[in-house]
Protein backbone atom coordinates (compact mmCIF):
# COMPACT_ATOMS: atom_id res chain seq x y z
CA UNK A 1 0.00 0.00 0.00
CA UNK A 2 2.54 2.49 1.10
CA UNK A 3 4.78 1.34 -2.19
CA UNK A 4 1.96 1.85 -4.18
CA UNK A 5 1.50 5.36 -2.87
CA UNK A 6 5.00 6.57 -3.35
CA UNK A 7 5.02 5.50 -6.95
CA UNK A 8 1.74 7.22 -7.08
CA UNK A 9 3.66 10.58 -6.11
CA UNK A 10 6.65 9.45 -8.28
CA UNK A 11 4.24 8.98 -11.38
CA UNK A 12 3.11 12.70 -10.32
CA UNK A 13 6.62 14.25 -10.01
CA UNK A 14 7.57 12.61 -13.33
CA UNK A 15 4.44 14.10 -15.14
CA UNK A 16 4.84 17.68 -13.62
CA UNK A 17 8.62 17.41 -15.79
CA UNK A 18 7.22 16.12 -18.52
CA UNK A 19 4.14 18.83 -18.54
CA UNK A 20 7.17 21.69 -18.01
CA UNK A 21 9.20 19.56 -20.72
CA UNK A 22 6.86 20.28 -22.77
CA UNK A 23 3.90 22.76 -23.06
CA UNK A 24 1.32 20.93 -25.06
CA UNK A 25 -0.64 18.64 -24.03
CA UNK A 26 -0.48 15.49 -25.17
CA UNK A 27 -3.71 13.26 -26.15
CA UNK A 28 -2.21 9.98 -25.74
CA UNK A 29 0.21 9.86 -22.77
CA UNK A 30 3.46 8.23 -23.37
CA UNK A 31 2.85 4.80 -22.05
CA UNK A 32 5.36 3.09 -19.78
CA UNK A 33 6.05 -0.24 -21.50
CA UNK A 34 6.31 -3.26 -19.18
CA UNK A 35 8.44 -4.87 -21.86
CA UNK A 36 11.94 -4.55 -22.37
CA UNK A 37 11.83 -2.07 -24.96
CA UNK A 38 13.88 0.46 -25.49
CA UNK A 39 12.33 3.82 -26.54
CA UNK A 40 14.27 4.89 -30.25
CA UNK A 41 15.93 8.40 -30.59
CA UNK A 42 15.28 10.41 -32.82
CA UNK A 43 18.12 11.38 -35.40
CA UNK A 44 19.03 14.90 -36.13
CA UNK A 45 21.68 14.61 -38.45
CA UNK A 46 24.15 17.26 -38.25
CA UNK A 47 25.03 20.35 -40.92
CA UNK A 48 28.11 21.01 -42.91
CA UNK A 49 30.64 21.97 -39.65
CA UNK A 50 31.39 25.82 -39.59
CA UNK A 51 34.81 25.32 -40.47
CA UNK A 52 34.57 24.15 -43.91
CA UNK A 53 32.94 26.97 -44.96
CA UNK A 54 35.51 29.34 -43.14
CA UNK A 55 38.19 26.87 -45.30
CA UNK A 56 36.10 27.94 -48.58
CA UNK A 57 37.05 31.77 -47.95
CA UNK A 58 40.68 30.20 -47.31
CA UNK A 59 40.72 28.40 -50.61
CA UNK A 60 38.83 31.61 -52.31
CA UNK A 61 41.51 33.83 -51.03
CA UNK A 62 44.56 31.42 -51.98
CA UNK A 63 43.04 30.75 -55.79
CA UNK A 64 42.34 34.53 -56.20
CA UNK A 65 45.78 34.93 -54.95
CA UNK A 66 47.29 32.14 -57.60
CA UNK A 67 45.58 32.99 -60.69
CA UNK A 68 45.78 36.94 -60.19
CA UNK A 69 50.02 35.74 -59.91
CA UNK A 70 49.62 33.21 -62.74
CA UNK A 71 48.06 36.32 -65.14
CA UNK A 72 49.93 39.68 -64.14
CA UNK A 73 53.82 38.09 -63.42
CA UNK A 74 53.76 34.42 -64.75
CA UNK A 75 52.06 35.73 -67.99
CA UNK A 76 50.30 31.96 -68.10
CA UNK A 77 47.29 31.35 -70.08
CA UNK A 78 47.27 27.53 -69.15
CA UNK A 79 47.70 28.46 -65.84
CA UNK A 80 44.30 29.87 -65.51
CA UNK A 81 43.00 27.06 -67.68
CA UNK A 82 44.09 24.57 -64.93
CA UNK A 83 42.91 26.96 -62.18
CA UNK A 84 39.49 27.24 -63.60
CA UNK A 85 39.36 23.22 -64.20
CA UNK A 86 40.27 23.54 -60.17
CA UNK A 87 37.19 26.41 -59.56
CA UNK A 88 34.58 23.97 -61.65
CA UNK A 89 35.91 20.94 -59.40
CA UNK A 90 35.56 22.57 -55.90
CA UNK A 91 33.36 25.39 -55.77
CA UNK A 92 31.29 23.70 -58.66
CA UNK A 93 31.07 19.93 -57.82
CA UNK A 94 32.47 19.68 -54.39
CA UNK A 95 31.17 22.77 -52.73
CA UNK A 96 27.83 22.41 -55.04
CA UNK A 97 27.79 26.23 -55.34
CA UNK A 98 26.07 27.82 -52.51
CA UNK A 99 27.13 30.76 -51.48
CA UNK A 100 28.66 32.29 -54.42
CA UNK A 101 30.59 35.89 -54.50
CA UNK A 102 27.79 36.24 -57.52
CA UNK A 103 24.63 35.23 -54.89
CA UNK A 104 25.89 36.86 -51.85
CA UNK A 105 25.22 40.91 -53.37
CA UNK A 106 21.62 39.55 -52.38
CA UNK A 107 22.16 38.79 -49.17
CA UNK A 108 24.40 41.98 -48.65
CA UNK A 109 21.34 43.91 -49.65
CA UNK A 110 19.04 41.67 -47.04
CA UNK A 111 21.38 42.96 -44.32
CA UNK A 112 21.65 46.18 -45.15
CA UNK A 113 17.61 46.93 -45.21
CA UNK A 114 16.66 44.09 -42.48
CA UNK A 115 18.85 44.52 -39.22
CA UNK A 116 17.03 41.38 -38.45
CA UNK A 117 19.00 39.48 -40.66
CA UNK A 118 22.67 38.45 -38.90
CA UNK A 119 24.92 37.75 -42.29
CA UNK A 120 27.38 35.28 -41.94
CA UNK A 121 30.90 36.34 -42.04
CA UNK A 122 31.87 33.59 -44.64
CA UNK A 123 29.05 35.40 -46.92
CA UNK A 124 30.55 38.88 -46.53
CA UNK A 125 34.11 37.69 -47.01
CA UNK A 126 32.69 35.87 -50.16
CA UNK A 127 31.17 39.22 -51.48
CA UNK A 128 34.05 41.39 -50.46
CA UNK A 129 37.00 39.51 -51.29
CA UNK A 130 36.55 39.45 -55.28
CA UNK A 131 35.86 43.01 -55.03
CA UNK A 132 38.70 44.06 -53.47
CA UNK A 133 41.27 42.19 -55.40
CA UNK A 134 39.30 43.74 -58.54
CA UNK A 135 40.03 46.96 -57.29
CA UNK A 136 43.44 46.11 -56.94
CA UNK A 137 44.41 43.46 -59.74
CA UNK A 138 41.21 43.53 -62.07
CA UNK A 139 38.68 40.84 -62.65
CA UNK A 140 41.25 38.20 -61.98
CA UNK A 141 38.12 36.62 -60.13
CA UNK A 142 36.09 36.50 -63.42
CA UNK A 143 39.25 34.59 -65.30
CA UNK A 144 39.04 31.45 -63.22
CA UNK A 145 37.69 31.59 -60.33
CA UNK A 146 33.72 31.99 -60.14
CA UNK A 147 32.41 28.58 -61.64
CA UNK A 148 29.72 30.13 -63.07
CA UNK A 149 32.30 32.19 -65.36
CA UNK A 150 34.58 29.00 -65.20
CA UNK A 151 32.17 26.11 -66.74
CA UNK A 152 31.37 28.46 -69.96
CA UNK A 153 35.20 29.62 -70.04
CA UNK A 154 36.27 26.07 -71.33
CA UNK A 155 32.86 25.61 -73.45
CA UNK A 156 34.70 28.08 -76.11
CA UNK A 157 35.61 26.99 -79.03
CA UNK A 158 34.83 29.36 -81.93
CA UNK A 159 33.82 32.79 -80.71
CA UNK A 160 32.27 35.25 -82.79
CA UNK A 161 32.66 38.85 -82.87
CA UNK A 162 29.69 41.01 -81.88
CA UNK A 163 29.01 44.09 -83.21
CA UNK A 164 29.23 47.23 -81.01
CA UNK A 165 26.07 48.05 -80.56
CA UNK A 166 24.91 44.74 -79.83
CA UNK A 167 27.65 44.38 -77.07
CA UNK A 168 26.64 47.50 -75.67
CA UNK A 169 22.63 46.59 -75.82
CA UNK A 170 22.49 43.44 -74.19
CA UNK A 171 25.62 45.26 -71.72
CA UNK A 172 22.56 46.86 -70.12
CA UNK A 173 21.17 43.73 -69.16
CA UNK A 174 23.16 43.63 -66.03
CA UNK A 175 22.42 46.93 -64.66
CA UNK A 176 18.70 45.81 -64.42
CA UNK A 177 19.36 42.33 -63.51
CA UNK A 178 21.48 44.12 -60.49
CA UNK A 179 18.82 46.57 -59.95
CA UNK A 180 16.07 44.26 -59.73
CA UNK A 181 18.43 41.60 -57.18
CA UNK A 182 19.20 44.38 -55.34
CA UNK A 183 15.42 45.61 -54.84
CA UNK A 184 13.78 41.81 -54.21
CA UNK A 185 16.27 41.33 -52.04
CA UNK A 186 16.14 44.40 -49.57
CA UNK A 187 12.56 43.75 -49.61
CA UNK A 188 13.39 40.47 -48.92
CA UNK A 189 11.33 38.56 -51.25
CA UNK A 190 13.37 36.68 -52.99
CA UNK A 191 16.82 35.99 -54.22
CA UNK A 192 16.36 36.08 -58.15
CA UNK A 193 19.85 35.69 -59.18
CA UNK A 194 19.98 32.53 -57.29
CA UNK A 195 16.72 30.97 -58.40
CA UNK A 196 17.69 31.80 -62.39
CA UNK A 197 21.21 30.53 -61.37
CA UNK A 198 21.88 28.50 -65.11
CA UNK A 199 24.75 26.41 -63.76
CA UNK A 200 23.91 24.90 -60.32
CA UNK A 201 21.92 22.33 -61.59
CA UNK A 202 24.71 20.91 -63.45
CA UNK A 203 26.69 21.32 -60.23
CA UNK A 204 24.60 19.67 -57.92
CA UNK A 205 23.68 17.22 -61.10
CA UNK A 206 20.39 17.41 -59.71
CA UNK A 207 17.94 20.46 -60.91
CA UNK A 208 14.65 20.46 -62.19
CA UNK A 209 14.25 19.68 -66.15
CA UNK A 210 13.83 23.63 -66.52
CA UNK A 211 16.95 24.34 -65.13
CA UNK A 212 18.74 21.77 -66.63
CA UNK A 213 17.74 23.55 -70.03
CA UNK A 214 18.44 27.07 -69.55
CA UNK A 215 22.29 25.84 -68.60
CA UNK A 216 22.20 23.49 -71.60
CA UNK A 217 21.11 26.80 -73.92
CA UNK A 218 23.60 29.22 -72.20
CA UNK A 219 27.16 26.26 -72.56
CA UNK A 220 25.56 25.99 -75.79
CA UNK A 221 25.79 29.48 -76.63
CA UNK A 222 29.01 29.79 -74.66
CA UNK A 223 30.77 27.75 -77.85
CA UNK A 224 29.76 30.23 -80.71
CA UNK A 225 29.18 34.03 -77.78
CA UNK A 226 31.72 33.60 -75.47
CA UNK A 227 30.79 33.69 -71.79
CA UNK A 228 27.30 34.61 -72.42
CA UNK A 229 26.12 35.00 -68.70
CA UNK A 230 28.94 36.66 -68.10
CA UNK A 231 28.62 39.55 -70.22
CA UNK A 232 25.19 39.92 -70.59
CA UNK A 233 23.32 38.58 -67.46
CA UNK A 234 26.29 38.49 -64.28
CA UNK A 235 24.84 41.38 -61.68
CA UNK A 236 28.13 40.94 -59.86
CA UNK A 237 30.01 41.52 -62.82
CA UNK A 238 28.44 44.92 -63.16
CA UNK A 239 30.44 45.56 -59.68
CA UNK A 240 33.78 44.18 -60.58
CA UNK A 241 33.56 46.07 -63.75
CA UNK A 242 33.10 49.56 -61.92
CA UNK A 243 35.93 48.05 -59.51
CA UNK A 244 38.29 46.99 -62.37
CA UNK A 245 38.06 50.57 -64.59
CA UNK A 246 40.02 52.03 -61.36
CA UNK A 247 41.68 49.10 -60.74
CA UNK A 248 46.20 49.65 -60.42
CA UNK A 249 47.96 46.81 -61.53
CA UNK A 250 45.19 45.40 -64.40
CA UNK A 251 46.75 42.97 -67.08
CA UNK A 252 48.23 44.53 -69.86
CA UNK A 253 48.49 42.44 -73.60
CA UNK A 254 52.13 43.20 -73.94
CA UNK A 255 54.60 42.51 -71.34
CA UNK A 256 56.79 45.64 -71.88
CA UNK A 257 55.25 47.87 -75.08
CA UNK A 258 52.92 47.87 -77.57
CA UNK A 259 54.22 47.87 -81.46
CA UNK A 260 50.77 48.12 -83.04
CA UNK A 261 51.15 44.71 -84.37
CA UNK A 262 47.98 43.62 -84.85
CA UNK A 263 48.26 40.37 -84.17
CA UNK A 264 46.46 40.16 -80.83
CA UNK A 265 43.28 42.35 -82.03
CA UNK A 266 40.66 39.45 -82.92
CA UNK A 267 42.42 37.25 -79.51
CA UNK A 268 40.05 38.16 -77.39
CA UNK A 269 36.48 35.99 -77.52
CA UNK A 270 35.07 38.66 -75.03
CA UNK A 271 35.12 41.74 -77.60
CA UNK A 272 37.08 43.44 -74.70
CA UNK A 273 40.51 44.98 -76.46
CA UNK A 274 40.49 48.68 -77.36
CA UNK A 275 41.85 49.17 -80.53
CA UNK A 276 44.01 51.91 -81.50
CA UNK A 277 42.87 55.00 -83.53
CA UNK A 278 44.47 55.65 -86.70
CA UNK A 279 44.32 59.60 -86.54
CA UNK A 280 44.36 61.64 -84.08
CA UNK A 281 41.28 63.72 -84.25
CA UNK A 282 40.98 66.61 -82.19
CA UNK A 283 37.06 67.56 -81.67
CA UNK A 284 36.55 71.08 -82.32
CA UNK A 285 35.28 73.26 -78.91
CA UNK A 286 31.40 73.68 -80.03
CA UNK A 287 31.36 70.43 -81.06
CA UNK A 288 32.33 69.51 -77.32
CA UNK A 289 30.13 72.13 -76.15
CA UNK A 290 27.48 70.76 -77.97
CA UNK A 291 27.37 67.29 -76.81
CA UNK A 292 28.12 68.78 -73.62
CA UNK A 293 24.55 70.50 -74.19
CA UNK A 294 23.00 67.31 -75.69
CA UNK A 295 24.04 65.30 -72.57
CA UNK A 296 23.24 67.45 -69.58
CA UNK A 297 19.51 67.19 -70.68
CA UNK A 298 19.42 63.41 -72.44
CA UNK A 299 20.50 62.09 -68.86
CA UNK A 300 18.24 63.81 -66.46
CA UNK A 301 15.68 63.58 -68.78
CA UNK A 302 16.41 59.89 -69.12
CA UNK A 303 16.56 59.56 -65.07
CA UNK A 304 13.56 61.10 -64.75
CA UNK A 305 11.61 59.37 -67.28
CA UNK A 306 12.95 56.26 -65.56
CA UNK A 307 11.68 57.18 -62.08
CA UNK A 308 8.44 57.95 -63.38
CA UNK A 309 8.32 54.21 -65.10
CA UNK A 310 9.57 52.66 -62.03
CA UNK A 311 6.29 54.85 -59.78
CA UNK A 312 4.07 53.62 -62.74
CA UNK A 313 5.54 49.72 -62.40
CA UNK A 314 5.83 49.64 -58.49
CA UNK A 315 2.35 47.83 -57.68
CA UNK A 316 3.80 45.23 -60.09
CA UNK A 317 7.45 44.80 -58.64
CA UNK A 318 5.76 44.20 -55.33
CA UNK A 319 3.36 41.84 -56.69
CA UNK A 320 6.47 39.33 -56.53
CA UNK A 321 6.26 39.86 -52.80
CA UNK A 322 4.47 37.07 -51.43
CA UNK A 323 3.20 39.06 -48.25
CA UNK A 324 1.70 41.84 -50.53
CA UNK A 325 0.05 39.09 -52.80
CA UNK A 326 -1.49 37.63 -49.92
CA UNK A 327 -2.62 40.20 -48.99
CA UNK A 328 -4.41 41.59 -52.26
CA UNK A 329 -6.03 38.15 -52.44
CA UNK A 330 -7.54 38.73 -49.21
CA UNK A 331 -8.42 42.05 -50.27
CA UNK A 332 -10.16 40.61 -53.13
CA UNK A 333 -12.13 38.05 -51.36
CA UNK A 334 -13.22 40.48 -48.89
CA UNK A 335 -14.78 43.38 -50.89
CA UNK A 336 -15.82 40.40 -53.42
CA UNK A 337 -17.63 37.62 -51.34
CA UNK A 338 -19.39 36.34 -54.44
CA UNK A 339 -16.72 35.01 -55.64
CA UNK A 340 -15.78 32.35 -52.53
CA UNK A 341 -19.92 31.30 -53.58
CA UNK A 342 -18.91 30.77 -57.28
CA UNK A 343 -17.74 27.31 -57.76
CA UNK A 344 -15.18 27.99 -60.30
CA UNK A 345 -13.57 29.88 -57.19
CA UNK A 346 -10.34 27.58 -55.36
CA UNK A 347 -9.30 29.58 -52.46
CA UNK A 348 -5.59 30.05 -52.30
CA UNK A 349 -3.61 27.92 -50.04
CA UNK A 350 -2.19 30.87 -48.79
CA UNK A 351 -5.28 32.72 -47.76
CA UNK A 352 -5.94 28.65 -45.96
CA UNK A 353 -2.63 29.11 -44.28
CA UNK A 354 -3.08 32.58 -43.49
CA UNK A 355 -6.55 31.86 -42.17
CA UNK A 356 -5.33 28.87 -39.77
CA UNK A 357 -2.69 31.26 -38.03
CA UNK A 358 -4.54 33.55 -36.49
CA UNK A 359 -2.96 36.49 -37.53
CA UNK A 360 -5.26 39.45 -37.69
CA UNK A 361 -5.74 40.78 -41.52
CA UNK A 362 -5.42 44.34 -40.01
CA UNK A 363 -1.93 43.72 -39.20
CA UNK A 364 -1.27 41.80 -42.73
CA UNK A 365 -2.65 44.95 -44.73
CA UNK A 366 -0.44 47.03 -43.06
CA UNK A 367 2.56 44.95 -43.82
CA UNK A 368 1.78 45.02 -46.90
CA UNK A 369 1.53 48.68 -47.19
CA UNK A 370 4.46 49.01 -45.37
CA UNK A 371 6.16 46.61 -48.31
CA UNK A 372 3.69 48.89 -51.01
CA UNK A 373 5.67 52.01 -49.97
CA UNK A 374 9.11 50.58 -49.91
CA UNK A 375 8.61 49.37 -53.54
CA UNK A 376 7.06 52.81 -54.22
CA UNK A 377 10.71 53.93 -53.31
CA UNK A 378 12.97 51.32 -54.81
CA UNK A 379 10.86 51.17 -58.28
CA UNK A 380 11.43 54.58 -58.31
CA UNK A 381 15.16 53.92 -57.30
CA UNK A 382 15.69 51.67 -59.81
CA UNK A 383 13.95 53.59 -62.66
CA UNK A 384 16.27 56.11 -61.98
CA UNK A 385 19.23 53.93 -61.73
CA UNK A 386 18.38 52.27 -65.26
CA UNK A 387 18.00 55.99 -66.59
CA UNK A 388 21.21 56.56 -65.60
CA UNK A 389 22.84 54.12 -67.19
CA UNK A 390 21.18 54.39 -70.26
CA UNK A 391 22.49 57.80 -70.43
CA UNK A 392 26.06 56.95 -69.32
CA UNK A 393 26.15 54.24 -71.98
CA UNK A 394 25.08 57.33 -74.59
CA UNK A 395 27.63 59.36 -73.24
CA UNK A 396 30.28 56.72 -73.55
CA UNK A 397 29.45 55.67 -76.53
CA UNK A 398 29.50 59.48 -77.74
CA UNK A 399 32.57 60.72 -76.21
CA UNK A 400 36.04 59.52 -78.05
CA UNK A 401 39.24 58.97 -76.47
CA UNK A 402 42.57 58.55 -78.26
CA UNK A 403 44.37 55.54 -78.26
CA UNK A 404 47.74 54.77 -79.55
CA UNK A 405 48.26 51.08 -78.59
CA UNK A 406 46.35 47.73 -78.26
CA UNK A 407 44.69 47.84 -74.74
CA UNK A 408 42.23 45.75 -73.08
CA UNK A 409 39.08 47.18 -72.20
CA UNK A 410 39.55 47.74 -68.02
CA UNK A 411 36.19 47.70 -67.15
CA UNK A 412 34.95 44.40 -69.68
CA UNK A 413 38.44 42.59 -69.62
CA UNK A 414 37.68 39.08 -67.64
CA UNK A 415 41.75 38.93 -67.22
CA UNK A 416 41.96 35.43 -69.32
CA UNK A 417 45.19 35.79 -70.64
CA UNK A 418 44.61 34.39 -73.75
CA UNK A 419 45.38 37.84 -75.83
CA UNK A 420 49.16 37.42 -73.86
CA UNK A 421 50.27 34.43 -76.00
CA UNK A 422 49.11 36.46 -79.21
CA UNK A 423 51.76 39.54 -78.24
CA UNK A 424 54.95 38.82 -80.14
CA UNK A 425 56.92 41.47 -77.63
CA UNK A 426 58.83 39.12 -74.96
CA UNK A 427 60.50 40.19 -72.26
CA UNK A 428 63.65 38.60 -73.69
CA UNK A 429 63.38 39.42 -77.22
CA UNK A 430 62.64 43.00 -77.02
CA UNK A 431 65.67 44.31 -78.09
CA UNK A 432 65.16 42.14 -81.34
CA UNK A 433 61.80 43.61 -82.06
CA UNK A 434 62.94 46.96 -81.23
CA UNK A 435 66.04 46.20 -83.92
CA UNK A 436 63.43 44.61 -86.62
CA UNK A 437 61.13 48.14 -85.62
CA UNK B 1 52.74 69.66 -76.28
CA UNK B 2 54.53 67.41 -74.46
CA UNK B 3 53.86 69.11 -70.79
CA UNK B 4 50.08 68.81 -72.12
CA UNK B 5 50.31 65.11 -72.45
CA UNK B 6 52.15 64.61 -69.07
CA UNK B 7 49.63 66.75 -67.38
CA UNK B 8 46.65 64.78 -69.11
CA UNK B 9 48.09 61.75 -67.99
CA UNK B 10 48.65 62.75 -64.63
CA UNK B 11 45.23 64.18 -64.29
CA UNK B 12 44.02 60.49 -64.70
CA UNK B 13 46.25 58.60 -62.70
CA UNK B 14 44.95 61.14 -60.01
CA UNK B 15 41.26 60.38 -60.69
CA UNK B 16 42.03 56.79 -60.86
CA UNK B 17 43.49 57.08 -57.14
CA UNK B 18 41.28 59.28 -55.70
CA UNK B 19 38.30 56.60 -57.28
CA UNK B 20 40.21 53.68 -55.86
CA UNK B 21 40.41 55.08 -52.67
CA UNK B 22 36.64 56.40 -52.42
CA UNK B 23 36.06 53.08 -53.60
CA UNK B 24 38.00 51.43 -51.19
CA UNK B 25 36.45 53.22 -48.56
CA UNK B 26 32.88 52.20 -49.51
CA UNK B 27 33.92 48.41 -49.37
CA UNK B 28 35.18 49.14 -46.21
CA UNK B 29 32.62 50.80 -44.94
CA UNK B 30 30.13 48.16 -45.79
CA UNK B 31 32.20 45.53 -44.54
CA UNK B 32 32.94 47.62 -40.83
CA UNK B 33 28.83 48.54 -40.89
CA UNK B 34 27.85 44.80 -41.27
CA UNK B 35 30.22 43.09 -39.00
CA UNK B 36 29.22 44.44 -36.15
CA UNK B 37 26.00 42.62 -37.05
CA UNK B 38 26.91 39.69 -38.33
CA UNK B 39 27.16 36.15 -37.04
CA UNK B 40 30.42 33.40 -37.36
CA UNK B 41 28.32 30.97 -37.47
CA UNK B 42 26.88 29.86 -41.01
CA UNK B 43 22.82 29.84 -41.04
CA UNK B 44 20.90 26.89 -42.29
CA UNK B 45 17.22 26.44 -43.58
CA UNK B 46 14.46 25.23 -40.95
CA UNK B 47 10.61 24.86 -40.93
CA UNK B 48 8.72 25.62 -38.26
CA UNK B 49 6.14 23.01 -37.77
CA UNK B 50 4.05 25.28 -35.48
CA UNK B 51 3.48 27.26 -39.09
CA UNK B 52 2.99 24.07 -41.08
CA UNK B 53 0.37 23.24 -42.63
CA UNK B 54 1.20 20.09 -44.32
CA UNK B 55 0.39 21.25 -48.45
CA UNK B 56 2.98 19.17 -49.48
CA UNK B 57 4.64 21.71 -51.69
CA UNK B 58 8.32 20.69 -50.02
CA UNK B 59 7.82 17.67 -52.09
CA UNK B 60 8.05 18.90 -55.39
CA UNK B 61 9.87 22.23 -54.61
CA UNK B 62 13.28 21.39 -52.60
CA UNK B 63 15.80 21.21 -55.52
CA UNK B 64 16.76 17.74 -54.16
CA UNK B 65 15.26 15.20 -55.62
CA UNK B 66 13.52 13.31 -53.14
CA UNK B 67 12.83 16.35 -50.81
CA UNK B 68 15.94 16.81 -47.94
CA UNK B 69 12.51 17.77 -46.39
CA UNK B 70 11.71 14.55 -44.15
CA UNK B 71 8.98 13.31 -41.26
CA UNK B 72 10.60 12.95 -38.54
CA UNK B 73 9.11 11.28 -35.39
CA UNK B 74 9.82 13.14 -31.91
CA UNK B 75 9.34 9.43 -30.05
CA UNK B 76 8.95 11.46 -26.77
CA UNK B 77 5.78 12.57 -28.22
CA UNK B 78 3.98 9.42 -29.32
CA UNK B 79 1.31 8.16 -27.89
CA UNK B 80 2.69 4.54 -28.88
CA UNK B 81 -1.12 3.89 -30.64
CA UNK B 82 -2.43 1.46 -32.24
CA UNK B 83 -5.13 3.05 -33.73
CA UNK B 84 -1.97 5.56 -35.35
CA UNK B 85 -3.66 8.49 -37.09
CA UNK B 86 -0.42 9.06 -39.09
CA UNK B 87 -0.15 5.82 -40.44
CA UNK B 88 -3.54 4.73 -41.11
CA UNK B 89 -5.94 6.06 -43.78
CA UNK B 90 -9.45 7.51 -42.12
CA UNK B 91 -11.01 4.65 -44.21
CA UNK B 92 -8.69 2.01 -43.15
CA UNK B 93 -10.60 -1.46 -43.07
CA UNK B 94 -8.20 -3.43 -40.77
CA UNK B 95 -5.46 -2.20 -38.60
CA UNK B 96 -2.84 -3.93 -40.47
CA UNK B 97 0.38 -2.92 -42.37
CA UNK B 98 -1.66 -3.70 -45.58
CA UNK B 99 -0.63 -1.63 -48.11
CA UNK B 100 -4.63 0.03 -48.60
CA UNK B 101 -5.10 0.80 -45.35
CA UNK B 102 -1.21 2.88 -45.00
CA UNK B 103 -1.57 6.61 -45.00
CA UNK B 104 1.50 6.88 -46.45
CA UNK B 105 1.69 7.07 -50.36
CA UNK B 106 5.45 5.64 -50.35
CA UNK B 107 4.95 3.14 -47.25
CA UNK B 108 8.08 4.99 -45.56
CA UNK B 109 6.36 3.96 -41.99
CA UNK B 110 7.52 0.92 -40.40
CA UNK B 111 5.11 -0.28 -37.91
CA UNK B 112 6.23 -2.69 -35.32
CA UNK B 113 4.47 -4.42 -32.27
CA UNK B 114 5.72 -3.79 -28.81
CA UNK B 115 3.93 -4.43 -26.48
CA UNK B 116 -0.54 -5.25 -26.31
CA UNK B 117 -1.76 -2.31 -26.59
CA UNK B 118 1.72 -0.14 -28.32
CA UNK B 119 3.26 -0.20 -31.32
CA UNK B 120 6.05 1.73 -32.66
CA UNK B 121 6.58 3.59 -35.85
CA UNK B 122 9.76 4.46 -37.46
CA UNK B 123 10.46 6.89 -40.71
CA UNK B 124 11.94 5.22 -43.22
CA UNK B 125 14.10 8.15 -44.99
CA UNK B 126 14.96 6.76 -47.76
CA UNK B 127 11.63 6.26 -48.15
CA UNK B 128 9.94 9.75 -47.06
CA UNK B 129 8.87 12.41 -50.01
CA UNK B 130 8.52 14.68 -47.52
CA UNK B 131 4.34 15.11 -48.48
CA UNK B 132 3.31 15.45 -44.80
CA UNK B 133 0.18 13.47 -44.88
CA UNK B 134 1.36 11.44 -41.84
CA UNK B 135 2.21 14.42 -40.17
CA UNK B 136 -1.47 15.87 -40.69
CA UNK B 137 -2.99 12.70 -39.74
CA UNK B 138 -0.69 12.60 -36.29
CA UNK B 139 -1.64 16.22 -35.45
CA UNK B 140 -5.64 16.27 -36.35
CA UNK B 141 -6.09 12.55 -34.47
CA UNK B 142 -3.00 11.97 -32.20
CA UNK B 143 -0.01 13.56 -30.43
CA UNK B 144 1.88 15.48 -33.00
CA UNK B 145 4.85 13.46 -32.78
CA UNK B 146 5.12 12.86 -36.85
CA UNK B 147 6.63 16.69 -37.81
CA UNK B 148 8.48 17.92 -40.95
CA UNK B 149 12.15 19.41 -40.74
CA UNK B 150 14.78 19.52 -43.10
CA UNK B 151 17.48 17.33 -42.79
CA UNK B 152 20.85 18.97 -43.03
CA UNK B 153 22.66 15.96 -44.08
CA UNK B 154 20.67 15.69 -47.08
CA UNK B 155 20.09 19.49 -47.42
CA UNK B 156 22.69 21.47 -49.74
CA UNK B 157 21.88 24.55 -48.42
CA UNK B 158 20.68 27.07 -51.06
CA UNK B 159 21.32 30.87 -50.99
CA UNK B 160 17.32 30.79 -51.54
CA UNK B 161 15.62 27.71 -50.22
CA UNK B 162 13.65 27.10 -53.06
CA UNK B 163 10.96 25.47 -51.00
CA UNK B 164 10.71 28.80 -48.25
CA UNK B 165 9.79 31.09 -51.82
CA UNK B 166 6.88 28.62 -52.13
CA UNK B 167 5.95 27.94 -48.90
CA UNK B 168 2.49 29.57 -48.35
CA UNK B 169 2.37 29.58 -44.78
CA UNK B 170 5.86 31.21 -44.23
CA UNK B 171 7.20 28.32 -42.31
CA UNK B 172 10.98 28.34 -43.80
CA UNK B 173 13.41 30.75 -42.08
CA UNK B 174 17.17 30.42 -41.84
CA UNK B 175 18.44 29.11 -38.07
CA UNK B 176 21.78 29.53 -36.88
CA UNK B 177 23.70 26.28 -37.46
CA UNK B 178 23.92 25.30 -33.75
CA UNK B 179 19.97 25.72 -33.58
CA UNK B 180 19.57 23.54 -36.80
CA UNK B 181 16.03 21.95 -35.53
CA UNK B 182 12.48 23.26 -34.59
CA UNK B 183 10.12 20.90 -33.19
CA UNK B 184 6.21 22.00 -31.95
CA UNK B 185 5.60 21.48 -28.31
CA UNK B 186 9.20 19.39 -27.27
CA UNK B 187 12.03 21.32 -26.51
CA UNK B 188 14.57 19.13 -26.72
CA UNK B 189 16.05 19.73 -29.80
CA UNK B 190 19.79 20.58 -28.00
CA UNK B 191 19.71 17.46 -25.77
CA UNK B 192 18.74 15.47 -29.16
CA UNK B 193 21.63 17.04 -30.83
CA UNK B 194 24.72 15.52 -28.20
CA UNK B 195 22.89 12.13 -28.66
Known sequence: ?437 | MDNNKIKKVNRRDFLNKSLRISAGIAIGGVAAYLIKDSSTEDLVWQLDPSLCIQCGKCVTNCVVTPSAVKCVHVYDMCGYCDLCGGYFRADAKQLTTGAENQLCPTGAIDRQFIEDPFFEYKIIEDLCIGCGKCVAGCGAFGNGSLQLQVRHDLCVNCNQCNIATHCPADAFSRVPRSKNTIFKGFSGSEFLNKT
Not at chain 1, 39 to 61: F, G, K, N, S
Not at chain 1, 302 to 310: D, F, K, M, N, R
Not at chain 1, 401 to 423: I, Q, T, V
Open chain 1, 1 to 437: MKIQYKNTILVFIIGLILIAFDAQSQRFPKPEFESEYVQAQTQIPIPRVDALEYLDVLVLILALSVITWLILKKRSRIGVFWISIFSIIYFGFYREGCVCSVGSLQNIALALFNPGYKIPLTVLAFFIIPLLFSLFFGRTFCAGVCPLGAIQDIFIWKPMKLSTWIQKLLGLIPFIYLGLAILYAATSTDFIICRYDPFIGFYRINAEFSMYVLGGIFLAISIFIARPYCRFFCPYGVLLNWFSRISKYHMTITPTSCIQCKLCENSCPFGAIDIPDSVKLKETRKDTKKRFITLSIIIPVLILLGTWTGYQFHENLALVNPKVRLAYNIYDQETNPNIITDPQYIEPIEIEAFRSSGQPVTQLYSEANELLNKFKIGGMLLGGFIGLIFGLTLASLSTFRYREDYEPNKGNCLSCARCMDFCPVGDENELLVKDLK
